[in-house]
C-alpha cells in the first residue's frame, strides 16, 4: 500500500528536547521497534553531531532489522567556510549508517546574517553541497528548511532559492518547518501551496504547537500539497511541543481519508501513546484528543443514555477504530480482543472463545486498580497470561530476601541475600551493590545462574521509579518498571507495592521468569 501521506516521527529527536524527557540508549531502541511494529514510514533516531547517546543509539540499530520504518540520522548542513568532506558533523551522519539523513539549512536571512553571520550565497552553498555530498553517497536526502515561514514572510525570493538549491541538489524531499511555532494555519497553507508551485520535489510539513495549531498547521500544509508529516508521539518536544502525531495521524486517515496507515496500526495508536508515556515515566494525559481515557467517556447522564441509544449521537467516531473505548460501556469483547492481540504479541495462541480469557481480563483489571501499567511491561503480562493459562509452577520460587545498608570508609553499601527455589532444590547467595536494587538484582541474578545459565546475559538495562497518588490516605504506593535486555531483545516488567524494594523484586523476577519462558 503507497500511502498517500508519508508519516515521519521524531520523537527520539525532537520529542527528546521536550522537558522533562529523558531517554535511555535502551529507551530509544524500544520505541523504535515499537514505532516499526506500528508502521510508521521514517524513524529520526537522533542527532550523532550533538550526544554520544545518539551514536550508541545508531551504533546498536545497526544490528536491528526494521521492518517497516526506514532509520534517519539528523544533523545540519556543513558549516560555513569549510569543505562538505572535512565537517565532522557531516562525517559522523555517514557514520550513524543509517539509509536516511535529514538535515537541516536556514530559509531566513535574519538567521543568515545575525546567527551564521555568513552571505547569502554561501548558505546557498552550504545547502547545495551538503545535499549532493549525501546523496553521492547514496543516502535518501531530506532536507528540513528551518524557519520556513517567518523566512519566507521575511524575503520570499531568496526562502525560494534555499528550497531550489536542496532540490537541484538532489534532496529527494524538502520539509518546510514552522520553527518557531508561531504561524496560522492560512499562512503555512499560502507558503506551502507557493512552494508546491516553485518545487518538483516531494513536500513536508514540520510544526510546533507554540500556539496550540501544531496539529492544525501540519493538516493545512498536507492540504496545499505537502505529503509528508513530521511529528512526535504524544506531541513531545521543546517548549510547547511538536506536532502530536498521535491526533494528526488519525485526522489524516479518518478524517481527511489519506491513506498513511493500515486500520490494523491505527487500532494500535492508544496503546504506543501510552507505551511511550510509560517509557517517558509521565503520566498518560486523559484529555488527549483520540487516545486519552476520557477521550470518549460519557459522565453526563443524557449523554449516556443517548449514546447507550444510538453510539453516534455523542461521538465523532467509534473509538475502536483507534484502540480506544467508551468508557461507560467497557465491553468484555474490546477487552479480550485486545488481550488476544498482545499474546499474538508475545507468542502465545490465544483463541477469543477461550474461557480462560475472562480470568486473564478480571486480574489485569485487578491488577491495574492497585496501580500496574501492563503497556511497556510486556513481560510482565506474558508471565501473568502463561500462568493463568498453564498453570504451571514459575521456574523457581523466592523463599525470602534481606536488604542492609551500613557506611564503609564514607561509601555506602547495600548488600542482599536472597532465597531462591529450584524444583526442590535451595540455593542462598549474598551479594553487594552500590544501591538496595543493584544488590537485589546481582544476588538474585547469582542465585538463579546455577541452575539457568542462559540468564548469564540477562542485564537490567533501565530502573524507574514513579510514586502513585495515594487515593485512600494510606501509605503511596510505588511503581517500578524495569528494563532488561539479553543483547537481542529488550523487555519491560513491572512491579507496585508500598515498598520500593518490595515493587522492584517483583519486576526482577518477572524479568528473569519472561528471558526463561522466552528461552524455553
Ligand atoms: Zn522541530
Redesign the pocket.
Given at each position: 500500500m503507497k500511502p498517500e501521506v508519508e508519516l515521519y516521527d521524531?520523537t527520539l529527536r525532537?520529542g527528546s528536547q521536550g522537558e522533562g524527557i529523558n531517554f535511555s540508549v535502551s529507551d530509544k531502541i524500544r520505541i523504535a521497534e515499537k514505532l516499526d511494529a506500528f508502521q510508521v514510514h521514517f524513524i529520526e533516531g537522533g542527532w550523532p553531531g550533538s550526544n554520544p547517546k545518539d551514536i550508541e543509539f545508531f551504533e546498536l540499530a545497526k544490528r536491528k532489522k526494521f521492518k517497516h520504518a526506514r532509520l534517519a540520522s539528523f544533523g545540519s548542513t556543513r558549516r560555513k567556510g569549510v569543505a562538505v568532506e572535512s565537517d565532522e558533523q557531516v562525517a559522523l551522519l555517514l557514520q550513524a549508517g543509517t539509509p536516511v539523513v535529514t538535515i537541516y539549512g536556514k530559509t531566513w536571512m535574519l538567521h543568515v546574517k545575525e546567527v551564521l553571520r555568513t552571505t547569502p550565497e554561501e548558505n546557498l552553498a552550504m545547502i547545495g553541497d551538503t545535499v549532493r555530498f549525501l546523496k553521492d553517497h547514496g543516502k535518501y536526502v531530506i532536507y528540513d528548511a528551518e524557519h520556513a515561514f517567518d523566512g519566507f514572510k521575511g524575503d520570499s525570493e531568496y526562502a525560494l532559492a534555499t528550497w531550489i538549491a536542496a532540490e537541484k541538489a538532489g534532496a529527494d524531499n524538502v520539509t518546510l518547518?514552522d520553527?518557531n511555532g508561531g504561524s496560522l494555519p492560512e499562512e503555512v497553507a499560502a507558503i506551502t501551496r507557493a512552494a508546491r508551485g516553485r518545487l518538483t520535489v516531494k513536500m513536508g510539513i514540520?510544526t510546533?504547537d507554540d500556539i496550540g495549531l501544531g496539529v492544525a498547521n501540519a493538516l493545512a500544509a498536507l492540504q496545499a500539497g505537502a505529503t509528508h508529516v513530521?511529528g512526535t508521539i504524544n506531541g513531545y518536544?521543546?517548549r510547547t511541543g511538536?506536532c502530536n502525531l498521535t491526533s494528526a495521524i488519525p485526522n489524516i486517515a479518518l478524517k481527511m481519508k489519506k491513506r498513511c496507515l493500515s486500520s490494523s496500526s491505527l487500532a494500535q495508536l492508544k496503546e504506543l501513546s501510552q507505551f511511550v508515556d510509560e517509557i517517558a515515566n509521565l503520566g498518560h494525559n486523559p484529555r488527549q484528543p483520540w487516545v486519552g481515557s476520557a477521550a470518549f467517556s460519557h459522565k453526563g447522564g443524557t449523554h449516556v443514555n443517548a449514546v447507550q441509544k444510538l453510539v453516534s449521537s455523542y461521538e465523532h467516531i467509534d473509538p475502536a477504530l483507534v484502540g480506544n473505548q467508551r468508557t461507560v460501556l467497557i465491553s468484555d469483547l474490546a477487552g479480550r480482543s485486545n488481550i488476544v492481540m498482545k499474546a499474538r504479541e508475545l507468542g502465545i495462541k490465544l483463541s477469543d472463545d477461550l474461557p480462560e480469557l475472562k480470568t486473564i481480563l478480571a486480574r489485569i483489571k485487578e491488577l491495574e486498580h492497585a496501580g500496574y501499567e501492563f503497556e511497556a511491561a510486556e513481560g510482565s503480562l506474558a508471565v501473568l497470561i502463561r500462568k493463568i493459562l498453564q498453570g504451571r509452577p514459575a521456574p523457581f520460587q523466592v523463599n525470602g530476601y534481606h536488604v542492609s545498608m551500613r557506611r564503609e570508609n564514607s561509601a555506602s553499601i547495600c548488600e542482599a541475600t536472597i532465597k531462591v527455589e529450584v524444583k526442590g532444590k535451595a540455593a542462598h547467595t549474598v551479594a553487594e551493590g552500590d544501591g538496595p536494587v543493584n544488590a537485589l538484582d546481582s544476588a538474585l541474578r547469582r542465585a538463579l545462574v546455577n541452575f539457568f545459565p542462559q540468564l548469564g546475559k540477562v542485564q537490567l538495562t533501565d530502573y524507574k521509579v514513579r510514586i502513585l497518588d495515594s487515593m485512600t490516605g494510606t501509605a503511596a504506593k510505588t511503581r517500578v518498571l524495569i528494563e532488561s535486555s539479553d543483547g537481542l531483545r529488550h523487555w519491560g516488567t513491572v512491579g507496585v507495592s508500598e515498598n520500593i524494594i518490595e515493587a522492584s523484586l517483583q519486576a526482577l523476577v518477572d524479568s528473569m521468569e519472561f528471558a526463561l519462558v522466552k528461552a524455553a
Open positions: 521524531t525532537d518547518c520553527t514540520h510546533h513530521q518536544g521543546e511538536n
